[in-house]
């Protein structure tokens, strides 16, 4: 299947329908990802995201695409700031550790690492420039040293989000201007550089020290690695206002050109019917889930079940069914060890072991059956990512590996000798490809491991202590519960109507 014979069809949120794919550049794609702002480690909804983009760039590779990835980190943030401030030690520093989590916890994910990752600190001679020609298109203006973007200098603002500019200032004309507010020659110009407060790292600019907005980073950023115009850009359902929409206010007013032609966007992951986030406290970190016991694999898999724009229900049941369903499909993935001198995959706990897309195969080598199947797969991936429909796919082609898998667990030779046929290896090597291609890998089984730290009755002791002092509205009591348990190694997610689950790292 070549890049050229390609009818993959994506829900571009910019037009609003489902489009053909075509790209600027036969055979090449260019892509921007919206990367995390380094203040702290990634929860389950970053997850969720860039799994959902590594299919993406997976199943590009797959059929033939040459592309080029580009995935940024926004290392300067009041976020950041407040951050480092709070622990008595520097942006840098912050920014630092948080990097260094990331690239560890999408290694375990088996997320590819995208083929450049500019920062911002690093990029601030493109946002500078991007700044001057806004204003000199007489699309920014200065203000007491900040520089804000004139939204009514752009006639296109609104297109990505729909929403209407009028009725927007309609809906403000209530609101208290602060100091800030009474600057700006419309409310919802906002700001591209910012300038320097007391206490705060700054950096030079021709309107005085300070730093960069937050949307201006990724517009430079994005110029800067792939051009002014590019295939696909790429982010959460949060982000698409009023980042992405700030984004292509920037871009355009500046080139005259489109910043993307397809804007993809996932969806959220809720718990109990609330986004998960870190504001609302009602995250649990990547790093947590796996480390208490839940296998990369599992994680993938469970995000991979439901469509990439579609909420994504995060709940225990739903981790254990995708926990089993996880289990058959990496029972007959590891017959790949029964291949002379294959090496089987580690389970990925390192940042070193991400496992890149096999090739495609060649359909004509392939039975009747299988060339069927393989068929089945492109197709369901064509509609707009359907990794629901391509894991269907996937467990039809693992059913009779499975059961050889058990009978040679159960030591019978036979089922030895047949796994190692030319019909049972075909198969195999199909069902390898195809689970390249959504980022699945064979885990060994973990090793059973003792767990230090309270016993289960003391955490839920401990949690009733806790709901106890919140209600009698003892926050520091309440607070001072949570970091003792998370010392130990125990993390609780707070969940509406009063109710606190845990997990133990």
């Not at 702002?37 to 389950?44: A, E, G, K, M, R």
Request: aromatic share 6%.
């Amino acid at each position: 299947m070549t890049a050229g014979g390609s009818t993959l069809r994506l829900t571009n949120t910019l037009t609003r329908r489902v489009e053909p794919f075509e790209p600027l550049t036969p055979g090449q794609v260019s892509i921007y990802c919206c990367g995390v702002t380094v203040y702290d480690l990634c929860h389950l909804g970053h997850a969720r995201s860039y799994i959902a983009w590594d299919v993406l760039r997976r199943y590009l590779i797959w059929r033939g695409y040459q592309v080029t990835f580009v995935q940024n980190y926004t290392d300067i943030d009041d976020k950041i700031l407040n951050r480092a401030a709070e622990e008595g030690s520097s942006m840098e520093a912050v920014s630092e550790r948080n990097i260094e989590a990331f690239v560890a916890d999408m290694a375990r994910l088996n997320i590819l690492p995208a083929d450049r990752m500019p920062r911002a600190t690093r990029s601030l001679d493109a946002i500078r420039l991007l700044i001057q020609e806004l204003e000199a298109r007489g699309a920014a203006y200065s203000a007491d040293g900040d520089v804000y973007f004139a939204v009514m200098k752009h006639a296109g603002y609104g297109k990505l989000s729909g929403r209407d500019l009028s009725e927007q200032q309609d809906n403000a004309s209530g609101r208290v201007a602060d100091e800030e507010e009474a600057r700006k020659q419309h409310p919802f110009d906002f700001a591209l550089w910012k300038g320097v407060k007391p206490g705060e790292p700054s950096f030079p600019s021709p309107w005085g020290p300070g730093r960069p907005g937050w949307h201006i980073e990724c517009s430079a950023m994005v110029r800067e690695e792939l051009g002014d115009t590019i295939d696909i850009h790429l982010g959460g359902a949060d982000l698409i206002f009023p980042h992405h929409e700030n984004e292509i206010a920037q871009s355009e007013a500046a080139t005259g050109k489109e910043l993307a032609r397809y804007w993809l966007h996932n969806g959220m992951v809720n718990v109990g019917g609330q986004k998960m986030s870190k504001s609302l406290g009602n995250f649990t970190t990547i790093r947590a889930l796996l480390d208490s016991g839940v296998s990369p694999m599992t994680l993938r898999l469970f995000t991979l079940q439901a469509h990439y724009r579609k909420p994504l229900d995060f709940t225990a049941e739903a981790l254990d069914a995708a926990a089993t369903g996880w289990k058959g499909l990496n029972a007959a993935l590891g017959l790949a060890a029964l291949r002379e001198g294959e090496p089987n995959s580690a389970d990925g706990d390192t940042a070193s072991q991400v496992i890149p897309v096999q090739p495609s195969s060649d359909p004509g080598s392939l039975s009747p059956e299988l060339a069927q199947e393989r068929e089945r797969f492109a197709a369901a991936m064509d509609d707009d990512l359907n990794t629901s429909a391509a894991l269907a796919v996937l467990f039809e082609l693992a059913k009779p590996l499975r059961a050889l898998a058990n009978r040679i667990e159960r030591g019978d030779q036979a089922a030895a000798a047949e796994a190692t046929s030319p019909e049972a290896q075909a198969r195999l090597g199909l069902l390898q490809e195809l689970a390249s291609v959504l980022g699945l890998r064979h885990e060994q089984a973990a090793a059973p491991t003792t767990t230090d730290g309270p016993d289960d009755t003391a955490i839920e002791a401990l949690i009733e202590q806790r709901k106890a002092a919140k209600a009698n509205r003892d926050f520091a009591s309440a607070d001072r519960i949570r970091d003792e348990l998370k010392a130990k190694g125990i993390e609780l997610i707070d969940k509406p109507g009063g109710l606190t689950e845990w997990l133990r790292g």
